[in-house]
């Protein structure tokens, strides 16, 4: 259980510094579709990864939203 619990802590601090260099990488910010996109993650990883940076204060809302392939408004993250 032990080993199991450290792969996947590794895993998330991967995934998550993936999802900032994104974020930090973006010209003006980041929808999570296009976080998706560029990173190549699956949204169910893609997503919980995001809302930790949040969390961390690493990232915040920008306050712009943008519209997504399906034609819907997401909100842009930057990088703080």
Same mark, same amino acid.
């Given at each position: 259980?032990?080993?199991? $619990?450290a792969?996947? &802590?590794s895993s998330s601090v991967r995934s998550r510094a $993936?999802?900032?260099?994104?974020? $930090?990488? #973006?010209v003006d910010g980041c /929808?999570?579709?296009?976080?998706i $996109?560029?990173? &190549?993650m699956? &949204? #169910? /990883?893609y997503r919980p990864r995001r809302i930790e940076l949040e969390?961390? *204060? *690493?990232?915040?809302k #920008?306050?712009?939203?943008?519209l997504t392939r399906s034609g819907r408004l997401a909100e842009v993250y930057v990088a703080r």
């Open positions: 259980e032990a080993a199991a $619990r792969i996947e &802590g $993936r999802v900032l260099a994104a974020i $930090r990488e #973006s /929808t999570d579709e296009a976080g $996109r560029v990173t &190549g699956d &949204g #169910s /990883t969390e961390a *204060q *690493q990232i915040e #920008s306050g712009r939203k943008r």
